[in-house]
């Protein structure tokens, strides 16, 4: 793309979005695309840092790896119930973006899709989602409130690592491991509920959790990994 920027309007016709079409271009504000697209494909606008609207329109399937990385302007985001993955990276580095609506329908969210949006208050995982990806939400540090639905059986490593604003996690029945430095960093996690069905907590899942006064772990638990509430210090019980 070699235009003139701001307002963007995808033709009606165009089915995907090319790997890198508009990157780079920081003097695109918003885009607009059609209902025709199904696929926006890996870095297709990949460190736009102008973007501060994108219209994500119902039929699009895919949200390639790194597609909005580094969109640091963008302030909220539509995912449709049409997507079933949000790919890896998806939206890295937005360090803007303040709120995130999911749609069911998504099915995965991929491995860092939203590291380090640092300006991303809550988030609302569906009950179509499966699969929490490594390091989705590290050091998303305004990030107070995650509500997770039934329906997740997996919540990949390091998945919340470093989110200092969360409060409160509630995990629902179906998960079956919390893995690998999961919660790591979360230093204002007051509480945690811990459901019946969970067989492993993994390697440093809790550490640092300063403000963690006290967590329940059912019977179900088999393993607890090293360092899982080192330094934990307002833990009591």
Not at 50 to 57: N, Q, R, S, T
Request: a positive charge; one cysteine or more; proline letters at 4%.
């Amino acid at each position: 793309y070699d235009g003139p920027g701001g307002v963007v309007r995808i033709p009606h016709g165009v089915t995907a979005i090319g790997h890198g079409a508009f990157a780079w271009r920081d003097n695109i504000t918003v885009v607009v695309m059609p209902d025709t697209v199904k696929e926006i494909r890996m870095e297709a606008f990949f460190s736009c840092t102008g973007l501060k609207k994108v219209v994500i329109p119902k039929g699009v399937t895919e949200i390639g790896d790194m597609a909005f990385a580094g969109c640091i302007s963008l302030k909220k985001v539509a995912i449709p119930n049409t997507v079933r993955e949000i790919g890896m990276g998806a939206f890295v580095e937005c360090t803007g973006l303040k709120k995130v609506a999911i749609s069911k329908g998504v099915t995965e969210i991929g491995d860092g899709a939203f590291q380090n949006c640092a300006s991303l208050t809550a988030a609302a995982i569906p009950r179509t989602v499966r699969r929490i990806g490594n390091w989705a939400f590290e050091r998303c540090t305004s990030l107070k409130k995650v509500a997770i639905s039934k329906g997740i059986t997996e919540i990949g490593d390091g998945a919340f690592f470093g989110c200092t604003g969360l409060k409160k996690v509630a995990l629902p029945n179906g998960v079956t491991e919390i893995g690998n430095w999961t919660f790591w960093g979360c230093s204002g996690l007051a509480s945690v509920t811990i459901p019946k069905g969970v067989t492993e907590i993994g390697d440093r899942a809790f550490r640092d959790c300063i403000g963690l006064a006290s967590v329940t772990i059912p019977a179900s638990v088999t393993t607890i990994g090293p360092h899982a509430f080192e330094r934990c210090t307002g833990l009591t019980s």
